[in-house]
């Protein structure tokens, strides 16, 4: 019994450690055949117009990955963020401003337990200190998982779309 105990708390530790250790990063690039949300979206569309790529990383490994559309707008499709996000793009290319009020989270996925509650726990607090940014919403697919895992995260249920769900984390 004490070896299980050990067992545990060791894993506990582990787990904590990594929690502890990892920072948000901004990414460049990322794997999209590792994306089970939307694989077909090429680097291009997640890192233009405004769009952006964060990850998790811990110990020079990235344990988590979310991407990001800038809008001023919820859009309800990827035809609609991608449109949406342009326009905010363009918006704030004319008026030297920044992209977008509202930070549209299209796909997240984790390699590593926890990464994917512990990147929308960052991005969150990004967001807050944020002066430009006063959303943080989802495109979610329509499944039972993408919905089980915002509402165990504390967004709430923002509309249900032909395609996809959008959900809101309080900011």
Known sequence: MIDLNKKVKDKLESFFDWIKGA????????????DPVRPELDLNFRTSYGRKIYGVKYKKEICAIMCFGYTNEIPKSVQELDLMSKDAHLQSTLRDR???KIAVAYTVWSKKKG????IVSEVFKKIKKSNHLNRLVTLSPLTDMARNFHLRNGAFELQVNKETQNF???I
């Open 115 to 118: 990464g994917g509650k512990l």
């Open 168 to 170: 809101e984390y309080k």
């Open 23 to 34: 920072e948000l990063v901004e990414l460049k690039t990322c794997n999209i055949e590792e």
């Open 98 to 100: 920044n992209v977008g």
